[in-house]
């Protein structure tokens, strides 16, 4: 019975180790993610967003005016979105 015992013993301190490093790891995950979400949002509301395609103009194209117009119509409604 005191095998048992100790035996569960160590079992019971394996698990609270292996919960505590996906604690640490769930934690620093989150954390990760966090700033990441930070740094896309910033450079969304940044004026590069808007320049991506405010200085260029899509009626001398060939091929793909109405595509780069939508392109265009997206990023300006995304930017007014972030802000």
């Known amino acids: 019975m005191a095998v048992l015992k100790s035996q569960n013993a ?6 609270e180790e292996k919960l505590a490093k996906e604690r640490r790891f769930r934690d620093a995950l989150k954390r990760k993610l966090a700033e990441l979400l930070s740094s896309i949002t910033d450079s969304l509301t940044s004026v590069e967003l808007r320049n ?3 200085d260029e103009d899509g009626s001398t ?8 117009e939508v392109v ?11 802000e």
């Open 10 to 15: 160590s079992q019971v301190v394996e698990l």
């Open 52 to 54: 991506l395609t405010a």
């Open 61 to 68: 194209l060939a091929v793909g005016k109405t595509e780069f």
């Open 72 to 82: 265009k119509t997206i990023v300006n409604d995304l930017a007014k979105d972030v």
